[in-house]
């Protein structure tokens, strides 16, 4: 079990962020100790590592509550749940693609201004079309 | 008749192995004295899309007909038997 400070420095997220989570029911309610702190579980870390996913691919915190009810029950979820699901599905699909593509041309760039001790062809480039 | 085949070497302005891979593809196009056989030069700068797009992570690289084939600058032999195979396969 861990306590939220812990959480917090482990996930980047401020202690009123966590709390927030609970209060909105992103989180369950949070167990206690006997002094009436909380401590979280490997579960609740688990769920917060999804909220901080789906945050980056710029989910809603309402789009993100749906989605951890169905990631809770997904063979009960409803349809438009599910179809939610799927449509949030092809966009993380799509933005690999782009992301691969990007990846892909960074990499070409960065090999060929080290595959030569002289020259950067980025810079060259740059500047041969400015001439 | 033979068909068209299409050498594309992709290259960048000022690496040293890219002007050396020019030379070097033009004299093996030439030795094979082939008139299907066309060369053309890629700059990365100018179609990184491309080349992205190809598959390239280095350069010098040489397409044929629009597919990465050589990552790096073959030998005569390699290259004719890789191009007999286009031209066959045409």
Known sequence: ???????SRRLSLSTDTLRYYEKIKLLPAIARNASGLRQYSDSDVSII?????????KFSLDEIGQLLNFRKSPIQAQP?????????????????????????????????????KDHCPILDGFEEERD | MNQEVNIELIS??????????QEKVQEMIKELNNESVFYHEVN???????????????TPAIAINGKLVFTSLPSMAQFKKILARYIQAE
């Open chain 1, 80 to 116: 438009d749940v599910r179809k939610m699901a799927h449509e949030k599905l092809q966009d993380i699909s799509t933005h690999i693609q782009d992301l691969t593509v990007l990846k892909n041309e960074l990499q070409l760039l960065v090999n060929l201004c080290t595959g030569d």
């Open chain 1, 49 to 57: 590592k999804f909220i901080k996913r789906a945050q980056k691919m």
């Open chain 2, 12 to 21: 960048t302005f000022s690496c040293r192995r890219c002007q050396k891979a």
């Open chain 1, 1 to 7: 079990m861990y306590q939220i400070g812990q959480i």
């Open chain 2, 44 to 58: 990365v700068i100018n179609h990184i899309d491309y080349a992205v797009q190809l598959g390239v992570l280095r």
